[in-house]
């Protein structure tokens, strides 16, 4: 990796990022700056409805009030360091340079109608699974609630240029999100609020390798965001291969922690699966599933492995996966496979930057 002169960043590093402000706050810094609180909505809505690239273009407010705004905050997250598009053209994503020089990955997936951002939470991610890309690389920081927010509106700003904009979500890019928990759920609640993105809470999935005490916080809380569980095995010895943090928190534990979501929430749980051949996509390990998740409330999905530059792993055939599904439907468990998107582009987490910084 090239490094990075300080100086170029040093004003986005110590620059109020708007992105990272609450209404009441903006409200806040603008009453300061002795500005009526109705500038500060009109900010908000350049911010959430028209996603300004700049505050040279907030063309409603008066020409000090942007040229301070531009001299003393920012909205931007950081450079796009690689974009690249799928040959399909349905897939794009972007690599982040943040103003501290991390790496962050951001991927767009459009399908007939809906538009689905996989969007990261830290950079880097503390979890060590074996197979992934960004737990091979190891835990950098945590997001700020701007850095989470401003990959969506920079999609956003990209897509209502032609009419479209961003239906779906899920916490499934680099990151553990309920490892940095008040982060990722003030950005849920910011691209909740009616006020500004107004996206639907049942339209953002939190993918979670299993927190336990963070679910079971998740679940108090009541919300509507729906949760994936990171499952990938139904053991614990080989869960515990590939997976760290299962022992932290086994199976057992996890699946208690599961439980009381669904009863608290009412709410079903997917549980993610990625079939690794000849490891976790076994008949034993699909009536092992079948015999945890029996009963529950429960989705499973089902995802070939993304091959890794630090794993051997290799995807399940289409036999296999036909097989294990087949298993679960023994026991009344829906699954679905999933296919993962732009294979051809790195779009699987943690791939781009990999390539990027390695420059492989
Ligand atoms: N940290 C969270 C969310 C980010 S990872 C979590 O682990 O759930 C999103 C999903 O991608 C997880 O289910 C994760 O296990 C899966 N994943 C990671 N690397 C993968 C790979 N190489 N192939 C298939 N799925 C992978
Ligand atoms: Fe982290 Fe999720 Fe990757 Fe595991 S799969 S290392 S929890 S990002």
């Not at 300004?52 to 008066?62: C, H, K, Q, V």
């Not at 614990?236 to 534990?253: F, H, K, M, S, Y």
Request: hydrophobic share 40%.
């Amino acid at each position: 990796m090239s490094s990075i002169p300080v100086e170029r960043f040093a004003k986005s590093l110590n620059t109020i990022n708007l992105y990272d402000l609450s209404l009441p706050e903006l409200t806040a810094l603008l009453a300061d700056w002795g500005q009526p609180a109705f500038r500060a909505r009109q900010v908000w809505e350049w911010l959430y409805r028209h996603f300004a690239a700049g505050a040279a273009e907030m063309t409603s407010l008066p020409a000090a009030l942007r040229e301070r705004l531009a001299a003393e905050t920012t909205l931007s997250i950081g450079d796009v360091v690689v974009r690249q598009d799928s040959r399909d053209g349905r897939t794009t994503k972007v690599l982040f340079r943040l103003p501290d020089g991390q790496f962050i990955e951001t991927v767009l997936m459009g399908y007939e109608k809906r538009r689905t951002l996989c969007i990261s939470t830290q950079a880097g991610c503390a979890m060590g699974c074996v197979f992934c890309a960004t737990g091979q690389m190891g835990f950098m920081r945590h997001l700020s609630v701007a850095e989470i927010v401003g990959q969506v509106t920079y999609f956003a700003r990209e897509l209502a240029a032609r009419g479209e904009h961003v239906t779906n979500i899920v916490m499934m890019g680099m990151g553990e999100p309920l490892h940095n928990y008040d982060n990722t759920l003030a950005a849920v609640d910011r691209l909740t609020d009616a006020t500004g993105l107004n996206l639907g809470a049942r339209k953002i999935t939190i993918s979670t390798v299993g927190l336990v005490p963070a679910i079971r916080r998740y679940a108090d809380e009541q919300r509507q965001t729906p949760l994936a569980i990171s499952l990938h095995a139904a053991d614990d010895e080989e869960r515990g291969r590939l997976l760290p943090v299962n022992r932290r928190w086994p199976i057992a534990e996890l699946m208690d922690a599961c439980r009381y979501y669904v009863e608290k929430t009412g709410r079903r749980l997917t549980f993610e699966w990625a079939l690794i051949a000849g490891e976790n996509d076994t008949e034993e390990q699909a009536h092992k599933l079948g015999q945890l998740l029996r009963g529950m409330l429960a989705h499973v999905n089902l995802i070939p492995l993304n091959p890794t530059a630090g794993y051997g792993g290799a995807p399940s055939s289409p036999e296999r996966v036909a097989r294990f599904q087949k298993a679960l439907e023994e026991y009344g468990i829906g699954s679905t496979v999933r296919v993962r998107r732009g294979i051809d582009i790195q779009a699987g987490c943690g791939q781009l930057r990999d390539r990027h910084v390695s420059g492989q």
